[in-house]
């Protein structure tokens, strides 16, 4: 059975791999400039309707390799985000036995629930039902969705190495560690215990805020198979004709949809990483309503205050501290050309201020990157691929809305109403003393070295009495010159090599003048 469907999921997805693999060398090599991005989208739109035919396990790897800015094109990334997870919902007769194996006869625990679901999700449905007079949700695991995804995982472990293998033999290392991520997290998913610990914590720190509302479990009527929550009604937050006959002020709206999500990462280290239009959903007074915490990403301490410096290093227009900060983060390879990133944030940096920057200087930019043949290396940490799944889809919420919008100012907001300006402070002495006790360690490394070197000068001096205090005074200066480049060549290794090189020239044209003598 796993042979013959790896073999009808190979010649499926066969056409699409083609298409990527030709869309990702053009994306790369033009660096997504001049594309035929109709064609790009068109492409993106056929993975997309391959992974809703091929059912649920398969829905979910499009949905997680619309975080993979590191494997897909932009026009890709757009689109597989729009990927929700509709899908026809199972008969209510073969749920019921699930309902009544876990909480007992749906008669006895519900004053009423509705056979016809809600909705229908790739490894869920959802009900309505009434329970000692409160309306609730209830979120039931699908008939037999474990052997499902067990059999459609291995088939996916077998062919996707092999496919990003053909898309890019650079992808045939990085891949491996996104499919063990992507089980894990389908696995978690399927348990609905966690999903009831993820919304708890999230609903616990999102308390505070008066612009978000997340519903309360019914821990009584939750297992393992099982969420019952309190039952929220709003419209979807996409739904614009709606909204505006209520009067909801869509710029604000648009404002604490990025304000929610954004506290939640940087703030909280634990954030709901699928903010698609289906989960989330608006009170009549502009409140947000969020559902489904299945997928969720969390960063440690130490990321997220990485990330912090780096919003705050764009809010205060500095690109040397961004791109230590991404450095950090483990979002640039190890070769990475400074002055083309620098100069490729400087230019992302006017551009979210509202200044587009000069046609000019964008292709004196790119000639420049093209001479050192450095290729803007970015990379994505598996730690950020949810953090980055959850941006790309609150932007699309902006997108459709179309009001006046900032990103940076409500970033600058998120930053002082958080006190993370200062937070990020802290961490930016805390790193710069760890670089400067790095640079006084290498430094220390070397003063043998430098010692000998005044040693051999003395002892120079000594055996030829001529010349002998232009010769101090020049080792004194080398040696200082010297000193001072070796901290400098942490920051800036031409400098510093500038400065160890003028070293050398100042003790040799003293040793020339004191021969004179």
């Known amino acids: 059975m796993v042979l013959a469907r790896t073999i009808y999921v190979f010649i499926r997805l066969i056409p699409v791999v083609l298409a990527l693999r030709k869309d990702r060398v053009l994306w790369i090599s033009q660096e997504g400039k001049g594309i035929d991005e109709k064609r790009f989208r068109r492409n993106a739109q056929r993975i997309l309707n391959t992974c809703i035919s091929l059912g649920p396990v398969f829905i979910k790897f499009g949905q997680w390799l619309s975080s993979r800015a590191d494997i897909l094109p932009q026009p890709y990334l757009e689109e597989l985000a729009k990927l929700q997870d509709n899908v026809p919902a199972a008969s209510f007769e073969k749920v019921k036995p699930i309902i009544e194996k876990d909480i007992g006869k749906i008669d006895e625990k519900f004053d009423d629930l509705d056979k016809n679901s809600l909705s229908g999700a790739s490894l869920g449905q959802v009900y309505r039902a009434t329970k000692n007079g409160q309306q609730v949700i209830v979120k039931v695991k699908r008939p037999g969705i474990e052997k499902q995804v067990e059999k459609d995982l291995k088939v996916l472990m077998k062919i996707i190495p092999f496919a990003m293998k053909f898309v890019d033999p650079n992808l045939r290392f990085s891949i491996i560690p996104i499919m063990k991520q992507f089980d894990e997290s389908i696995h978690e998913e399927m348990d609905y215990s966690k999903e009831s610990d993820n919304l708890k914590k999230i609903k616990k720190n999102m308390e505070p805020y008066g612009n978000v509302v997340i519903p309360e479990v019914h821990d009584d009527y939750s297992t393992k198979n099982?969420?019952?929550?309190?039952?929220?009604?709003?419209?979807?937050?996409?739904?614009?004709?709606?909204?505006?006959?209520?009067?909801?002020?869509?710029?604000?709206?648009?404002?604490?949809?990025?304000?929610?999500?954004?506290?939640?990462l940087l703030r909280h280290s634990i954030f709901h990483a699928d903010p698609h239009p289906g989960n989330i959903s608006v009170k009549d007074d502009g409140t947000l309503i969020l559902y489904d915490f299945g997928m969720i990403g969390r960063l440690n301490n130490e990321t997220r205050l990485r990330l912090v410096r780096l919003y705050l290093a764009l809010v205060e227009k500095n690109p040397p501290r961004t791109v230590n900060a991404m450095d950090e983060l483990g979002m640039l390879s190890p070769d990475f050309n400074r002055e083309v990133i620098e100069k490729g944030i400087d230019m992302s940096i006017k551009s979210m201020y509202g200044k587009k920057p000069d046609e000019m200087e964008v292709e004196a930019l790119m000639s420049l990157a093209n001479k050192t043949m450095a290729k803007f290396p970015f990379k994505l940490p598996k730690h950020l691929a949810l953090y980055l799944r959850m941006s790309t889809i609150i932007e699309g919420i902006y997108h459709t809305h179309k009001v006046d919008f900032k990103f940076i100012k409500v970033l600058r907001q998120?930053?002082?109403?958080?006190?993370?300006?200062?937070?990020?402070?802290?961490?930016?002495?805390?790193?710069?003393?760890?670089?400067?006790?790095?640079?006084?360690?290498?430094?220390l490394t070397i003063a043998p070295e430098i010692k000998k070197f005044m040693d051999e000068n003395r002892m120079l001096q000594q055996k030829t009495k001529r010349g002998s205090n232009t010769l101090l005074s020049g080792s004194i200066l080398s040696g200082a010159v010297f000193f001072g480049s070796a901290f400098l060549f942490q920051t800036n290794e031409t400098f510093g090599m500038i400065g160890m090189i003028g070293s050398a020239a100042i003790i040799g044209i003293f040793a020339a003048a004191s021969r004179r003598n």
């Open 414 to 443: 998120i930053l002082e109403e958080e006190s993370l300006i200062k937070d990020a402070y802290i961490e930016e002495i805390k790193h710069s003393f760890k670089r400067f006790a790095k640079t006084l360690d290498d430094t």
């Open 226 to 264: 099982i969420l019952t929550m309190e039952y929220i009604p709003g419209i979807k937050i996409t739904n614009i004709e709606e909204l505006d006959k209520k009067g909801v002020d869509r710029q604000k709206l648009v404002i604490d949809v990025h304000k929610v999500f954004f506290t939640m």
